[in-house]
């Protein structure tokens, strides 16, 4: 599977933005879709997921009750509705998903084979 992120962008603190990442070549439903964030010089870290077993929605405790993840299987689109947002969000997103993921290591990059290209979100403060 292809993916596509977009919707990055500048937006001051406090504020909102929606990250899309948009699939094509094989049905969006059959994976476990996450989003990752990574800063310069940084590890790539876990900020979403959407299981693909349960359906249900796990979250950073960094971005618990700020960031929503959620998924459009007709449109073959997941996205990450990100409120609230400090400057200690800016870096990179990135959207990923597979189909081999379990549940142990949903948090991790490396239970992820398909990568898509980052979006920058920048927050001013």
């Known amino acids: 599977v292809q993916l596509q992120a977009s919707g990055g962008g500048l937006v001051q603190a406090g504020g909102s933005l929606r990250l899309s990442c948009a699939a094509s070549g094989r049905t969006f439903s059959a994976y476990t879709v996450a989003w990752f964030r990574q800063g310069p010089g940084k590890e790539r870290d876990f900020v979403a997921a959407?299981?693909?077993?349960?359906?249900?929605?796990y979250y950073a405790d960094s971005v618990k009750g700020r960031f929503t993840i959620s998924r459009d299987n007709a449109k073959n689109t997941v996205y990450l509705q990100m409120n609230s947002l400090t400057p200690e969000d800016t870096t990179v997103y990135y959207c990923?998903?597979?189909?081999?993921?379990?549940?142990?290591?949903?948090?991790?990059?490396?239970?992820?084979?398909?990568w898509g290209q980052g979006t920058q979100v920048t927050v001013s403060s």
């Open positions: 990923a998903a597979s189909t081999r993921v379990i549940l142990s290591s949903m948090r991790s990059r490396d239970a992820y084979d398909n």
């Open positions: 959407f299981f693909r077993s349960s359906g249900r929605e």
